[in-house]
């Protein structure tokens, strides 16, 4: 199957970047939480900025089991129900209980979550809508 083949493609693709930036994730000290900067650019506000960066998964795996899977399966509904409530406490519950009045973090920051999270969601809510064992 072609598109069974290319989703393969793209996960090993995704697993490999990881594999590479890993290393020089070790060396670079991020700038969020205590170690924000304003170095790294733009910034915005930490509550908002979290709330965004978390939004994809939430979306993207909510599509994906609502919309185009079968929710009869026992698999996808337990892992996209886990999947829901996980990404509502990351993206709605907790930016609204973080303790910190106006800190701020990198615009960057919070675009290469977003990249990371949608890629995520991608990757996470095709394979249990459309390769779920039945």
């Known amino acids: 199957m072609i598109i069974h083949e290319k989703f393969n493609v793209l996960c090993w693709s995704w697993i490999i970047i990881a594999l590479l930036l890993f290393p020089l994730l070790l060396k670079i000290t ?9 170095s790294w650019g733009p910034m915005i ?44 406490h990351r993206t709605i519950i907790f930016p609204l209980r973080i303790k910190t009045k106006g800190k ?3 615009l960057v920051i919070m675009l290469f979550a977003i990249v990371f ?18």
């Open 30 to 38: 991020q700038p969020y939480g205590k170690h924000s900067t304003k």
């Open 104 to 106: 701020k973090m990198p």
């Open 45 to 88: 506000n930490n509550k908002m900025g979290w709330f965004l960066m978390e939004l994809p998964s939430l979306l993207i795996m909510g599509y994906f089991v609502i919309f185009t899977s079968d929710l009869l399966n026992k698999l996808v509904l337990v892992a996209g129900l886990l999947w829901g409530l996980h990404y509502v």
């Open 117 to 134: 999270n949608t890629v995520n969601g991608f990757l996470n809510g095709y394979w249990l809508a459309n390769f779920a064992p039945k």
